[in-house]
C-alpha cells in the first residue's frame, strides 16, 4: 500500500514503512527532549547547585548521550513489550526511536573519522551475541551517509564471540572464540562493534589482542558504556553512557533472554530470578 503527500508543486510517495522510519525518528527526538528536561534541574536559567555544574562539565567531556543515575526512565506500560516479560521490567531506559536517532548521528561521525583518515576500507568486528543488532542498524546508517556523499569506502563484516557474564555477574576471565585468519587484519581500519563496555576487560583484551596482529587502526563503537566501580577507565569513540543497572533489549541479554526486546529496559529482581542459571564459571 502506498500513501502519498501532496504539496503545493509536487506529490511524494512514501511506503508505509518509510513512514514508520519517520515517525520513528521523530519519535527518537521527542524522547530526548523529555530525557534532558527529566535529567535537567535548572534555578532562575543557571546551574547554581555545584552538583548540576558539575554535572554538565561531565557530558561535555564524555562526548556522548550522558544518562544520568537519577533517571528514572519510562513506565514499561507505555510500550510495547512481549508478555513473556510481564512483571520482568523495572522500566524502560532507552525508547527504540532514541536508539535510531543516536544511530544516525554515530553513523556520521564514523564516515567523519574515516574520510579524515584518507581510509580505504573499513573491516567492521561484531562482539556476538550482544552486537549484532546493533551492527545491523549501525551499517544501514554508514551505507547511507556513505551513498549521500558519494564516496567510496567499502566495508566488510567479521564477527568474534564472547562470553563475559553468568546472569549478573561478570566472569573471571572474558572467553574471545572465531577471530579466524589472524592474516585478514593486518593493515586493515577495524572498528569494533560492541553492545556495552562495562568493567572494560572485554575489549581492552580484545583491542590488545588486535594490535598484535599488525592492524593499521582499531577503532570502538560501542553502543553503552556503563558507569562502575572498579573499572578500567576505556572510552569507547562513540556511544551513551548509562548508570550502572544491568540492562536487556536491542539484542543485549540476561542469560540469552530479553534479546528481542524493542527497547533498552532495565531487569528487576523478579525477571533476575525467572530467567537465572546455576553459575559455574568463577566470578571477578
Known sequence: MLTSLITSSTTVTLTLSQIYYILDIACGFLISVLVWMNSSVLDNGNHSNPQIRDMSSNMIKADCVVIEDSFRGFPTEYFCTSPRYDECLDYVLIPNGMI??????????IVDYYEACNATSITLMCVLKG????LADLVDGLERTVRARGIVLPM???FVRVKSYVNDVSIHEPILTGLGDPSEYKDKN???????IDTGKTI??????LDSLSTKSVKVASLLVKRTSPRNDYRPDVGFEVPNRFVVGYALDYNDNF????HICVINEVG?????VPCTSKPV
Open 100 to 109: 535510531k536517532d543516536r544511530l544516525e548521528k554515530m553513523s556520521m561521525d
Open 131 to 134: 552486537g549484532f543488532k546493533f
Open 204 to 209: 581492552t583484551k580484545l583491542i590488545s589482542h
Open 190 to 196: 577495524v572498528l569494533v562493534v560492541e553492545d556495552i
Open 259 to 262: 534479546r528481542d526486546l524493542h
Open 272 to 276: 533476575q530470578k525467572k530467567f537465572s
Open 156 to 158: 566488510s563484516v567479521e
